[in-house]
């Protein structure tokens, strides 16, 4: 076990050196050298220009560069924001919580309709609910999310009036960030209606970022179970008397869960990649849009920086799978 | 996915493989169906010109946002309506599809040849080539890969082009990935150790004796690459990162519907409504295929 986990955390090491090397020559692969960027439509005088270029290192040679440049990560430092004259580190974990509370919610939403609905489905295979989940699941999965949340809004917001429209909680309320999670601190805060707000500015975010995984874990928790239920021990099982439940709740989804949690795993990108959409659609201040609006405003840093932060977090996730995963399944290590 | 055991009739010669293929693929009803979506995509793609009953950037000013025909205020001239500038949403949809049957040949050729290539040579170099290949791909799959797509594109500036560009490099790793697995699992065979004894040379061996026994995983890759594509370039599209306005893509038009979302619903839900169903015929599709092809997943 101890050798899989350094073989598996040595893989990581060139990964993320890789990663830090794309960030890098991201600012430099841009038309015109960054100074000219960073100036925008004022442009600056050769004197400035200068004084810039030995402030901002870009006088050394690019090696040197690239050096300093993993000094600063090493060290949290992640540059400023051109527009914000902010920290990017700071920015980001300003920022991070609203993502993070949407993509947990997300992935609840997901797991929640997307286990049963799988395993209902595997039980009742080839019968009328079988199709009708899966079919359902298959349209899911063929979504274009930017669209089903405009239909969401026209619907629910729009023409039932249920939900509002944009942003985490009604400009009526305000309480210090404590956790930085709406939910938490809106009920921490004890101001009457706040939780309902923060709550209902949740509905459609979560739906439509869930959608994709949802149907992911559904049609995933299907094959697995389908798999799982043909075996001997299940046979086995059936024939001791147990009950329908005791065998399709514990014994199966028991080991058709492995492959599930991996899938769960590995939609961190998935969930990464369509919260740039879902929050740019609902004006969800979270890294997503945060993203979308720095690569408008041609705030390079930014994206620079967040570019990193987003990879590497994707990477510790899917390392943290792989290894679960060994954990679990032996099989995996001895490769 | 109904599981009808039919029993086959001693047959004199095997059949084609092309007959073997139909015969599996024809079994899976929603995977003909969405084949037959497909092929009207197609057919209207190479139409457009002729069937749209107007120019689908021609605005006509007398006709801002008028509903489909079947509601008040519409007209049978334009069925589907028009947009806020007067265009016609029928004509509109039919150019899209061209835009996007496009998008996704193209995306699918570059990657899936570039990944072929780069997953046939880890396969067949030695192993540090092999090492640094798949880091790289590691690399490129550790950014979700619409944000990488968005990245690119700011570097190389928005435009069609440059989206499909950009979705091809971010699709390659799967191909790579692949195709480099297939042909691991194939380099131990037999038949390529006899191939390599009789003299074979190594572009031989990689293109002729194993690449086509690696295919059918990359056929239903390809097919459902086809799809994301489609859906990545909807998407960069509705960020104002893809196909500029006034170009009839189905998500640059959704870009453009927005902010009539709650007084015409029809220009927003009509585009979508395209994507959807063209995604949704393709993935369909790619469910048969890949029933059809791949032995192991058979009949499951």
Not at chain 1, 30 to 54: C, K, N
Not at chain 1, 121 to 137: E, H, I, P
Not at chain 2, 112 to 129: D, E, Q
Not at chain 2, 266 to 293: C, E, K, Q, S, Y
Request: glycine content about 8%; overall charge neutral; proline content about 6%.
């Amino acid at each position: 076990m101890l050798k899989y986990l350094a073989s598996r955390l040595l893989t990581f090491v060139p990964t993320f050196i890789g990663v830090t090397l794309i960030s890098f020559a991201f600012i430099r692969m841009l038309p015109g050298d960054p100074i000219t960027v960073m100036a925008g439509e004022r442009g600056v005088s050769p004197e400035r220009y200068q004084e810039l270029m030995v402030q901002l290192g870009f006088d050394q040679p690019v090696y040197v560069q690239y050096f300093e440049y993993l000094k600063g990560i090493v060290q949290g430092d992640l540059g400023m924001s051109f527009v914000t004259k902010k920290p990017v580190w700071d920015e980001f974990f300003a920022l991070f919580p609203a993502t993070l509370e949407l993509s947990l919610c997300a992935m609840i939403f997901a797991v929640g309709l997307g286990l049963p609905a799988g395993v209902i489905a595997a039980v009742n295979r080839g019968k009328f609910f079988d199709r009708a989940l899966m079919s359902t699941a298959l349209v899911g999965y063929s979504m274009p999310i930017f669209w089903w949340a405009l239909l969401l809004i026209i619907v629910v917001s729009g023409w039932l009036g249920l939900t509002p429209v944009s942003g985490r909680i009604s400009l009526m309320f305000y309480f210090p960030d404590t956790t930085g999670f709406m939910l938490i601190d809106s009920l921490l805060s004890g101001q009457k209606g706040a939780f309902s707000s923060a709550l209902s500015h949740l509905i459609l975010p979560t739906i439509v970022l869930g959608t994709i995984p949802l149907a992911v874990i559904a049609r995933q928790t299907r094959s697995a179970m389908l798999e799982v239920l043909s075996e001997d021990y299940i046979r086995t099982a059936r024939a001791k008397g147990l009950s329908p439940y005791g065998i399709n709740g514990i014994h199966a989804l028991r080991n058709a869960l492995i492959p599930v949690i991996t899938v769960i795993g590995l939609s961190v990108g998935t969930l990464l990649a369509g919260a740039i959409l879902t929050e740019t659609i609902f004006s969800w201040p979270g890294i997503g849009k945060w993203m979308v609006d720095s690569i408008f405003r041609r705030d390079y840093p930014v994206v620079q920086g967040g570019l990193l932060l987003i990879a590497v977090m994707v990477m510790i996730v899917n390392l943290t799978v792989d290894m679960l995963y060994g954990f679990i399944n032996p099989k995996i290590r001895k490769r | 996915m109904a599981d009808t055991v039919q029993q086959e009739p001693d047959m004199q010669a095997r059949p084609g493989r092309l007959t073997e293929f139909w015969h599996y693929f024809r079994e899976n009803r929603g995977a003909v169906f969405g084949l037959w979506v497909f092929a009207i995509f197609v057919a209207v793609a190479i139409l457009a010109d002729v069937i749209a009953p107007h120019d689908p950037t021609e605005q006509f000013r007398q006709h801002l946002l008028q509903p489909p025909f079947w509601q008040e205020g519409g007209t049978t001239a334009f069925l589907l309506g028009t947009d806020a500038v007067g265009r016609d949403m029928l004509s509109r949809l039919l150019h899209g599809a061209r835009y996007s049957f496009y998008v996704g040949i193209v995306v699918v050729a570059v990657a899936a040849s570039g990944g072929i290539l780069i997953g046939l040579i880890a396969g067949f170099a030695p192993k540090w080539v092999d090492t640094i290949i798949m880091r790289v791909m590691d690399i490129i799959l550790a950014f979700p890969s619409l944000l990488l797509a968005l990245v690119l594109v700011a570097i190389l500036g928005p435009s069609l082009t440059n989206a499909m560009i950009a979705i091809a490099i971010v699709l390659q790793p799967h191909y790579v990935r692949l195709t480099r697995a297939s042909v691991m699992s194939e380099l131990s065979k037999d038949y390529v150790t006899a191939s390599r004894t009789t003299g074979a040379g190594l572009a031989r061996l990689m293109f002729i004796t194993v690449l086509p026994n690696c295919m059918s995983p990359i056929i239903v890759q390809g097919a459902l690459s086809f799809s994301t594509a489609i859906l990545d370039a909807a998407a960069l599209g509705f960020l104002g990162m893809g196909a500029q306005p006034p170009t009839p893509e189905w998500g640059t038009m959704l870009a453009e519907a927005r902010e009539f979302i709650l007084r015409a619903w029809w220009v927003v839900t009509f585009p979508g409504l395209a994507i959807l169903i063209t995604v949704l015929a393709i993935n369909l599709m790619g469910d048969g295929l890949r029933d059809a092809l791949d032995p192991k997943l058979k009949r499951s």
